[in-house]
């Protein structure tokens, strides 16, 4: 794939994957680190791993940018905001439906996990981007407890559906 043309256009990038590519960019680092990680402990089935990990033959997709495209993707939908089927993204990344769904398997954690951490950092910095405005801002953060009957339900329901007509 061409994921550099795609990064180029701003607009069929975001719709395929629901991110600008700078975004994109800021989440490609941390999701090759995680992959790494993943990578070094176990192999592409979940097995623990005893040697290097080598990449070789239809298994790869070339790049870290290709995997964290791919995954995006299956994750996000379509343009449509369908999700694709296994057949149509192996069709589209050049793989087998079998590739796909193993890979699928191992990068969907991963990715989950980055976005998580991504985007705490980032309404982090945002935060402090505004605190650091000087203006003042009022945050209700009060959760209150809501006292509740504590009667048995059973006593004072039949059973009985009530039809209104």
């Known amino acids: 794939?061409?994921?550099?043309?795609?990064?180029?256009?701003?607009?069929?990038?975001?719709?395929?994957?629901?991110?600008?590519?700078?975004?994109?960019?800021?989440?490609?680092?941390?999701?090759?680190?995680?992959?790494?990680?993943?990578?070094?402990?176990?192999?592409?089935?979940?097995?623990?791993?005893?040697?290097?990990?080598?990449?070789?033959?239809?298994?790869?997709?070339?790049?870290?940018?290709?995997?964290?495209?791919?995954?995006?993707?299956?994750?996000?939908g379509s343009p449509m905001r369908q999700n694709p089927t296994q057949e149509f993204l192996a069709f589209s990344f050049g793989l087998r439906q079998e590739m796909c769904a193993l890979w699928i398997k191992v990068l969907l954690p991963i990715l989950e996990k980055t976005l998580h951490q991504y985007k705490a950092k980032q309404n982090v910095n945002q935060i402090n981007e505004v605190l650091q405005t000087g203006e003042t801002y009022l945050v209700d953060v009060t959760e209150r407890t809501v006292q509740r009957d504590t009667y048995e339900q059973e006593e004072f329901y039949t059973g009985k559906k009530n039809s209104i007509r």
């Open 1 to 76: 794939m061409l994921i550099n043309d795609l990064l180029k256009d701003a607009k069929q990038f975001r719709a395929l994957t629901s991110l600008l590519p700078e975004e994109f960019g800021g989440l490609l680092s941390k999701f090759e680190s995680a992959f790494d990680r993943y990578i070094e402990k176990y192999n592409l089935d979940g097995t623990p791993r005893y040697n290097k990990y080598s990449p070789r033959g239809e298994k790869i997709l070339d790049s870290s940018a290709e995997k964290l495209f791919f995954i995006l993707v299956y994750h996000n």
